[in-house]
């Protein structure tokens, strides 16, 4: 006896013969659609799209890493769960991985970037200067309470952020650019952080979240006009929350503004205004001053209002 299931796979393939035979090939697209719907054929499995680069970073442990640079190792674990390549290294083989780091650009060129605690922050100066010597470029370079003898920001980064400790022996590294440095660059100075030290800043939880998602956009941010960067210099005020803003950007104030009101509309909090403008909280805007605002990586307009602790 004819298994039923059969001759009707046979009935549609004779029919799909007869179609192409006898029938325009519209009517012959429409048979085999009709054939895919009534599940004899399997439809074809669709394309996944290529996921977006994430790039390269590197992050360094400082001296006795393994002991007291322990946020590094948690950092790169972070990094890695959110689908970046990352490798964490002494910095005592600061120069090696760098000579690592070219060949790989050289045959895969990903964005980089360089992540180091205190002596690992020395060492991710060095090595962006290292490739600038090979032209190649850094997309970001975080340091951590770095060493104070710490080299300059070579002009081939395209992001700088020094979170440290003014007042620290073992890091305390204020950073600052070479001459003719056009890249975003924002230092932030934790000293009046009461329960920072140079042993805990690599480890601030709220940091590395910050670090991840800016990482994630650099790689999925297409190369743009910014604008002017600005650089920040600030001392973040005593139980403050820490927002990374990458520089500043500058605007008019209109008749009327005020830091006040020009605080609520772009979402920063007041001391940020006061300090990198240096002016009080009651001082007038003249309309057309010239008025500095941190900003992020994705405009601060598409950004959510930080929570009432950080103003």
């Given amino acids: 006896m004819v298994d039923p299931r059969q001759f009707a796979v046979v009935a549609v393939a004779v029919m799909l013969w ?17 054939a895919i719907t009534s599940g004899f054929i399997a439809p074809p499995e669709p394309q996944q799209p290529p996921a ?7 992050l360094f442990r400082g001296a006795l890493g393994p002991i007291f640079s322990r946020g590094m190792d948690r950092l790169t674990e972070q990094l890695e769960r959110a689908g ?16 690592v780091a070219i060949r790989d650009y050289r045959s895969d060129p990903a964005p980089i970037t360089l992540i180091g605690h205190s002596m690992g922050g020395l060492c991710a100066l060095m ?9 190649i470029p850094v997309s970001l370079v975080v340091t951590i309470d770095p060493a104070q003898a710490s080299p300059k920001v070579p002009l081939n980064v395209e992001r700088y952020i020094n979170i440290f400790l003014s007042t620290s022996i073992l890091g305390g590294g204020d950073v600052v650019a070479k001459q003719g440095y056009q890249g975003h660059y924002a230092s932030f100075d934790l000293s009046r952080q009461e329960k920072v030290t140079h042993i805990n800043i690599d480890k601030m939880d709220a940091v ?18 910014e604008g002017e960067a600005l650089p920040l210099r600030y001392v973040v005020p005593p139980n403050t929350p820490v927002e990374l ?17 020009l605080a609520a509309l772009h979402h920063v909090p007041l001391w ?5 403008n240096q002016m009080s909280v009651s001082a007038p805007l003249l309309a057309g001053q010239r008025i500095i605002i941190p900003r992020h990586l994705v405009p601060a307009s598409d950004l959510p209002a930080p929570s009432p602790t950080s103003r």
């Fill in 127 to 135: 090595f962006a200067d290292i490739l600038r010597d090979e032209g």
């Fill in 52 to 58: 977006p680069p994430r790039g390269r970073v590197y």
């Fill in 18 to 34: 007869a179609c192409t035979l006898s029938n325009p090939p519209a009517l012959a697209a429409s048979s085999a659609a009709a």
């Fill in 245 to 261: 803003w990458d520089s500043g950007i500058p605007l008019l104030a209109r008749s009327g503004d005020t830091l006040q009101g």
């Fill in 84 to 99: 970046i390549k990352a490798d964490v290294y002494e910095f005592t083989i600061c120069r090696l991985i760098a000579d």
């Fill in 208 to 225: 590395h979240q910050q670090l991840i998602n800016m990482i994630v956009q650099l790689a999925a941010t297409p190369a743009r006009d």
């Fill in 272 to 276: 940020s205004l006061t300090q990198i």
